[in-house]
């Protein structure tokens, strides 16, 4: 192999950064935890956690090619479905149990919810702001169904079932007697809102994310 072909060679591609709201979930766990992700996608924010935090990362994914690329990564990872199988997982078997982006796809969010907080000491979990001002003004002024950075699917094609906003998941949290232990909004930059007025994070925020935990008795 000549000289010139070592210096042409391709580099490799470095990786993506990880997405804002992932750090932010990352910030969230303490290190050294028991870590369930419910709906891991490709693993990168168990990835994150194992290599940042020293979590015992573990990892749910209904998709057959997300399994893959988490077990690619080393990842402890199996195939499932949030709806039906969290309620095999015993209590407490979790420091944390994190849903990212994933419960507005659910069919059963409440209950979906319900097990996370008796399986996990903790609850995270971030999902796109259907409250947003943008999305409200898509349906009131061009009257479809809205499209934007994080919602990019057509309403035939969205895997999004459930229209949560930020005031709405408040709701279910207080339904579940769940206390929230920190709440960030996001706004169209990934970056967090600088106030925290419910109606503000709502109206401007484009994802909500919450770490909950059950109320002491």
Known sequence: MSDATLVNAPSPTPPAPPRVDLLLVADMVKPNSRVL??????????????????????????????????????????QGDADTDLAGYPDGAFDYVILSQTLQATRQPKQVLEHMLR??????????????????????????????????????ETPNIHFCTIQDFIALAKTLDARIERGVALDRFG????????????FFGEQGVFRLARKRR
């Open 191 to 202: 970056k967090p809102l600088a106030y925290s007025a419910p109606w503000i994070w709502n």
């Open 119 to 156: 399986i996990g000491q903790h609850a995270i979990v971030s999902f796109p702001n259907f409250g947003h001002w943008r999305i409200r003004a898509q349906i009131a002024v061009g009257g479809h169904m809205p499209r934007t950075r994080n919602l990019p699917s057509l309403w035939y």
């Open 37 to 78: 992700d419910v709906g891991c996608g490709d693993g990168a924010l168990l990835r994150l956690l194992a290599e940042e935090k020293g979590v015992d990362a573990r990892g749910i994914e209904l998709s057959q090619r997300g399994v893959n690329d988490c077990v690619a990564k080393g990842l402890s990872v199996i």
